[in-house]
């Protein structure tokens, strides 16, 4: 299990390197960030992650996720095609 969750842990770092930017001003709602990496992983044959899954290997990686009334977020990542309209 160890080595399948480095694997996936491996696959993450990808997606986030080639699809998204970080930083402190960097944010996007939690549901929209994992259907776009989900798609990544559709794309090279993957199966989906469920957000459990989802969130407990962002964390790992310190991005945090802002638990909203309406919508939870993540803060210091968005990929790269996102636009929060303060750009």
């Given at each position: 299990?160890?080595?399948?969750?480095?694997?996936?842990?491996?696959?993450?770092?990808?997606?986030?390197?080639e699809?998204?930017?970080?930083?402190?001003?960097?944010?996007?709602?939690?549901?929209?960030?994992?259907?776009?990496?989900?798609?990544y992983?559709?794309?090279?044959?993957?199966?989906?992650?469920?957000?459990?899954?989802?969130?407990?290997?962002?964390?790992?990686?310190?991005?945090?996720?802002?638990?909203?009334?309406?919508?939870?977020?993540?803060?210091?990542?968005?990929?790269?095609?996102?636009?929060?309209?303060?750009?």
């Amino acid at each position: 299990a160890t080595d399948q969750y480095k694997e996936e842990e491996d696959f993450l770092s990808q997606w986030i390197r080639e699809n998204c930017i970080t930083g402190p001003d960097c944010r996007q709602p939690s549901k929209d960030l994992l259907d776009a990496y989900n798609a990544y992983r559709a794309y090279y044959g993957e199966g989906k992650i469920h957000s459990r899954q989802f969130k407990n290997q962002m964390e790992d990686k310190k991005f945090k996720l802002h638990e909203g009334r309406n919508h939870n977020e993540w803060i210091g990542i968005q990929t790269s095609i996102y636009n929060t309209g303060s750009l």
